[in-house]
């Protein structure tokens, strides 16, 4: 892990921002990825080794294969630790933009931005630091788990032999979501927050659920209809739990509604979107607007993206650009980018 955090790429999260133009709003948010990805990693090491020791026999009809190993208690955690590497300037502000932009142009989805695909692709790259050290360096230094990043790969895209691991991964309550509702609602001082993190992590255990439980809640195929074994799956124990689990759903509800989605965050969002459809505007004229890196002239242009530009993009770069445009011989562009200042 220490190796891991050493990365470009880890570092890089220092200068994106987690709640994008959030702390325009509430100044307590200028928190970044970096923080975050330490909170999941966090999470994650505790509740993989609190489930293994809580985890049922095989005389409970709980399969060998599914048991999770010490192998696991390293994939995991890691996999959580690399969920946001792919995040782009202000996370999904500029996301948004530029999936409008490849939409608007060539009313395609094929190539939309993903950060998921991007965090698969900055950690399987030669061409990153971290990929690098994934593919060659930890077979020096870890030769134990050389092959590591195939697990880690395998969870975050719900190919993993442990299932039941991937909606704690991404899901209506995983592990994203459970460092960034208690971080978030401290730093926003609101008073509707969630702090019980403790608790809902030991109320976290294994469940077996019918094959006619599958076929009623999920979009299941015939084969599955046709499965007589038992499904496994995380819940939460009711007993212990139900209270924490309502006051998570209610801060989420409440933090969704009031904070993320504020009407003052959506249109610094949308001004900020307006500025770099100002500037693809004046490119796509033939106008200099003086763009100052390669990265960035491919995001404003639509084109697709290589590793390298991910890895260059950041915060800084963003804010960089528009200070610049605030001196723009446009006038349009410098009254939008001087009003977002």
């Known amino acids: 892990v220490r190796r891991i955090l050493q990365?470009?790429?880890?570092?890089?999260?220092?200068?994106?921002?987690?709640?994008?133009l959030g702390r325009f709003v509430y100044p307590g948010l200028e928190g970044t990825r970096f923080p975050h990805s330490l909170g999941a990693y966090h999470i994650a090491r505790r509740l993989i080794r609190s489930l293994r020791t809580h985890q049922p026999t095989e005389s409970d009809g709980f399969p060998s294969t599914l048991h999770i190993e010490e192998r696991d208690l390293i994939a995991f955690p890691l996999a959580a630790l690399l969920h946001d590497i792919g995040h782009g300037p202000l996370s999904h502000v500029?996301?948004?933009?530029?999936?409008?932009?490849?939409?608007?142009?060539?009313?395609?989805?094929?190539?939309?931005?993903?950060?998921?695909?991007?965090?698969?692709?900055?950690?399987?790259?030669?061409?990153?630091?971290?990929?690098?050290?994934?593919?060659?360096?930890?077979?020096?230094?870890?030769?134990?788990?050389?092959?590591?990043?195939?697990?880690?790969?395998?969870?975050l895209t719900d190919k993993h032999r442990l299932y039941y691991l991937h909606p704690l991964l991404s899901g209506n309550?995983?592990?994203?979501?459970?460092?960034?509702?208690?971080?978030?609602?401290?730093?926003?001082?609101?008073?509707?927050?969630?702090?019980?993190?403790?608790?809902?992590?030991?109320?976290?255990?294994?469940?077996?659920?019918s094959p006619q439980q599958i076929v009623r809640t999920s979009h299941s195929s015939d084969e599955d209809a046709n499965a007589t074994d038992p499904f496994w799956t995380i819940a939460i124990d009711g007993r212990k739990g139900l209270n924490t689990l309502l006051q998570f759903i209610h801060a989420r509800e409440s933090m969704y509604t009031l904070v993320y989605h504020h009407k003052t965050v959506h249109s610094m969002n949308i001004l900020l979107e307006n500025i770099f459809e100002r500037a693809r505007d004046l490119v796509t004229a033939g106008v200099n607007v003086d763009i100052i890196s390669e990265s960035l002239r491919k995001t404003i242009?639509?084109?697709?993206?290589?590793?390298?530009?991910?890895?260059?993009?950041?915060?800084?770069?963003?804010?960089?650009?528009?200070?610049?445009?605030?001196?723009?011989?446009?006038?349009?562009?410098?009254?939008?980018?001087?009003?977002?200042?």
Request: aromatic share 12%.
């Open 301 to 341: 242009n639509g084109e697709e993206l290589s590793v390298e530009d991910v890895v260059d993009l950041d915060d800084n770069a963003l804010w960089m650009q528009v200070k610049r445009w605030a001196a723009s011989s446009d006038v349009v562009l410098k009254d939008l980018a001087s009003s977002v200042l």
């Open 7 to 20: 990365t470009r790429e880890l570092q890089r999260l220092r200068f994106i921002v987690q709640n994008g």
């Open 173 to 209: 309550l995983d592990i994203d979501r459970l460092d960034f509702m208690v971080r978030d609602t401290r730093n926003a001082g609101v008073t509707y927050g969630f702090h019980d993190l403790d608790w809902i992590i030991r109320s976290f255990c294994f469940a077996r659920v």
């Open 94 to 155: 500029w996301e948004h933009y530029i999936n409008r932009t490849k939409t608007s142009k060539d009313n395609d989805n094929t190539y939309l931005y993903s950060h998921e695909n991007w965090s698969i692709k900055l950690i399987t790259s030669n061409l990153t630091e971290i990929g690098h050290f994934f593919s060659s360096g930890i077979k020096k230094e870890f030769p134990k788990y050389a092959n590591i990043i195939d697990d880690v790969v395998a969870l």
